[in-house]
């Protein structure tokens, strides 16, 4: 990937945020409640609280069902496009999240709102990226060709999904166990 397609993807996501904070902003000044798109912070904890196999088995269906339907989306339209949508639409929520986060709860949303997307997000993200990658033109000069590409990738991008699963399940369960008392509900 040249440098160039490196910093129109960060132009994208960054001027996403930008344009849906505006676009928060503007509509919360204007008397516009935004407060349902804010994080339900009861919800996360009645959630957080459970300690059963559904909530696992919930979330690992809802991650294979979205992996499958990228994997479908990169295997039959162009990957610069399909990867220029997720980026902006990642942009969007980021940008929404944090403008009505922040008017609403303060810092402590904003602070809530970075731990629901971290770390499992980074992990998704670098799984999104190696499936771009394979399904590119580009992936003929990578480290997915010659002998066992395919097995390669399985298991690279299997690790990788399987390694932001459990992050999000253990890692973001107990980052956000411990934050919940801080935040101010109303």
Do not use: W
Request: net charge positive; charged share 15%.
């Amino acid at each position: 990937m040249t440098m160039d397609k490196t910093r129109l993807r960060i132009i994208v996501f960054l001027f996403s945020i930008a344009a849906a904070s505006f676009i928060a902003n503007y509509l919360i000044v204007s008397g516009c409640s935004l407060r349902y798109l804010g994080i339900d912070m009861s919800a996360v904890n009645s959630t957080l609280s459970e300690e059963n196999l559904s909530v696992f088995m919930v979330t690992v269906f809802q991650r294979i069902k979205q992996l499958v339907i990228i994997i479908l989306l990169f295997k039959f339209i162009k990957t610069d496009l399909i990867l220029a949508v997720l980026i902006g639409l990642a942009g969007v929520i980021i940008g929404l999240l944090v403008s009505v986060e922040t008017y609403y709860r303060g810092i402590t949303g904003v602070i809530y709102t970075i731990l629901c997307f971290f770390p499992h997000f980074v992990f998704y993200c670098i799984n999104i990226k190696l499936l771009s990658e394979y399904y590119s033109d580009s992936h003929k000069r990578s480290f997915f060709s010659g002998n066992g590409a395919k097995l390669k990738f399985v298991i690279i991008n299997l690790l990788v999904f399987l390694l932001g699963v459990g992050s999000e399940l253990i890692i973001n369960r107990f980052f956000l166990k411990n934050f919940y008392q801080y935040i101010v509900l109303d």
